[in-house]
């Protein structure tokens, strides 16, 4: 098995981590990531979570179905297996909910607007946020589990294999020859994510 290779310093995955570090801070410091991270969020408010998430990556590879069929430069990055809407509709009927009963939050369709408009290689700063979420995301299932909750597939999709597929998505980024101009889209694009998610969690909380 071939080891990752080293990280970039100079490659997009690197400007993208240094150009969202302020917005990453104050996503995480909400109190709805808190209450994830220590197992204690409730059941209406994960359900909330979920069906939030479910309309936004609804959205999300739609777009990228389409952006597929127009840059060829994705093909190599395998998005379809990095694909969350049917694990949070398996997670949503668990929790029986209704998906014709949800409507999004102003930071949902915020989100949604920009995913809708967004060029192929804008959505990929879109996929950096919640490619990398995955990564703690794994860690608060594991919380959720003990206390009980059993709808983890979304925080959980790959196992084991979280980290190796993580390694494999920013190499393959990097490799990708993108213009300073996409470049820049996909920064902002990735500090927009981080602020709708952050406007989603206060919304979700306060609810």
């Known amino acids: 098995m071939?080891?990752?290779?080293a990280p970039n310093p100079?490659?997009?995955m690197a400007r993208l981590k240094a150009g969202t570090a302020a917005q990453h801070a104050v996503a995480e410091s909400k109190p709805l990531e808190a209450a994830l991270i220590e197992g204690s969020i409730g059941r209406a408010q994960y359900e909330k979570y979920l069906s939030q998430r479910w309309l936004i990556h609804r959205e999300l590879e739609a777009a990228t179905d389409r952006a597929l069929r127009t840059d060829n430069r994705l093909t190599s990055l395998g998005l379809?297996?990095?694909y969350q809407t049917k694990n949070l509709e398996a997670d949503l009927a668990h929790l029986q909910s209704n998906l014709e009963s949800i409507r999004p939050l102003p930071g949902a369709t915020n989100l949604i607007q920009e995913i809708?408009?967004?060029a192929p290689s804008t959505l990929m700063g879109i996929y950096y946020v919640f490619e990398g979420s995955k990564n703690?995301?794994?860690y608060i299932s594991k919380s959720l589990a003990?206390?009980?909750?059993?709808?983890l597939r979304y925080l959980d999709?790959?196992?084991?294999?979280?980290?190796p597929i993580w390694m494999k998505f920013k190499a393959d980024m990097d490799a990708i020859s993108w213009t300073p101009a996409e470049?820049?889209?996909m920064v902002k694009a990735a500090q927009a994510t981080f602020d709708a998610i952050s406007s989603l969690d206060d919304a979700i909380h306060s609810g």
Do not use: V
């Open 157 to 163: 999709p790959h196992g084991e294999q979280q980290r």
């Open 136 to 138: 703690g995301a794994r």
């Open 116 to 118: 809708q408009k967004a």
């Open 183 to 185: 470049q820049d889209q």
């Open 10 to 12: 100079d490659g997009i």
């Open 2 to 5: 071939t080891s990752p290779a």
């Open 80 to 82: 379809p297996s990095l």
């Open 146 to 151: 003990k206390g009980g909750q059993t709808a």
